[in-house]
């Protein structure tokens, strides 16, 4: 089975930036084809931010972290990232690293439902 580790989060001031990493094994007997960064506040619902469609290499992002943050991939080391920058309050969440297969490049997006999550690792900006 697949499994992800997250890790990279931290507290920043409002402006900083901080990269999440996201560390997948297991992929020799399942390779996932979507991954993606969720965040979650308690209280509400877990909310996707950014997609990454490696074979693809199509992303895309929520709109509230469009033009601020970046998901990429690298294959060798099995590992995505979050490139956030110009952090805000409102970015103060735990953020999930997810895996999963869709049939369609076009359906890893927001309509998207992973199968894999990682443990999360929390994101806190301060104004």
């Known amino acids: 089975a697949v499994r992800l580790v997250d890790s990279g989060g931290g507290s920043v001031q409002a402006g900083g930036s901080l990269r999440l990493s996201c560390a997948a094994s297991?992929?020799?007997?399942?390779?996932?084809?979507?991954m993606g960064w969720f965040r979650q506040v308690p209280g509400k619902e877990r909310e996707g931010v950014a997609y990454i469609y490696p074979s693809g290499d199509s992303t895309s992002y929520s709109d509230s972290v469009k033009g601020r943050f970046t998901i990429s991939q690298d294959n060798a080391n099995n590992t995505v990232y979050l490139q956030m920058n110009n952090l805000k309050p409102d970015d103060t969440a735990m953020y999930y690293c997810?895996?999963?297969?869709?049939?369609?490049?076009?359906?890893?997006?927001?309509?998207?439902?992973?199968?894999?999550w990682g443990q999360g690792t929390q994101v806190t900006v301060s104004s």
């Open positions: 297991g992929t020799a007997t399942y390779s996932p084809n979507c």
């Open positions: 997810a895996a999963g297969r869709v049939s369609r490049q076009s359906w890893c997006g927001d309509k998207w439902a992973p199968t894999t």
